[in-house]
């Protein structure tokens, strides 16, 4: 029996959380954006495609962060939620080593030098 290798997925905001995000990781995994909002269509449609993969919300700490937030806690609940801390508010201004920390609680590799 074959093992499957499960895909890791990190759902962000916007490119700036993207390229935040990829500054520091040392494991390749899709990101993506969804530009502060997501259309429930376009929810289904991501629930369908991330099926089977482990999949994390890191989104800003802020108003539309907190409701895109609660809009995938509601119909994708089998996502993992990561939090940055609310004094940086913005996952893309949060300090490097801040962001390979919260990404390093969830077991997803980060380049040692955040560390």
Avoid: W
């Amino acid at each position: 029996m074959s093992l499957v290798e499960v895909e890791k997925v990190i759902i962000v905001e916007g490119k700036s959380d993207k390229k935040k995000v990829l500054h520091v990781l040392a494991e390749q995994i899709e990101i993506i954006c969804t530009n502060g909002t997501i259309s429930l269509s376009k929810m289904d449609e991501l629930i369908d495609e991330l099926y089977l993969k482990d999949v994390y919300i890191l989104v800003d700490s802020d108003d539309a962060g907190d409701r895109l937030r609660k809009q995938f806690k509601r119909e994708f609940p089998e996502a993992s939620h990561l939090y940055i801390d609310k004094t940086y508010r913005e996952v893309a201004t949060a300090p490097d080593q801040h962001i390979a920390s919260v990404l390093l609680s969830a077991n997803i590799d980060v380049n040692a030098k955040y560390l």
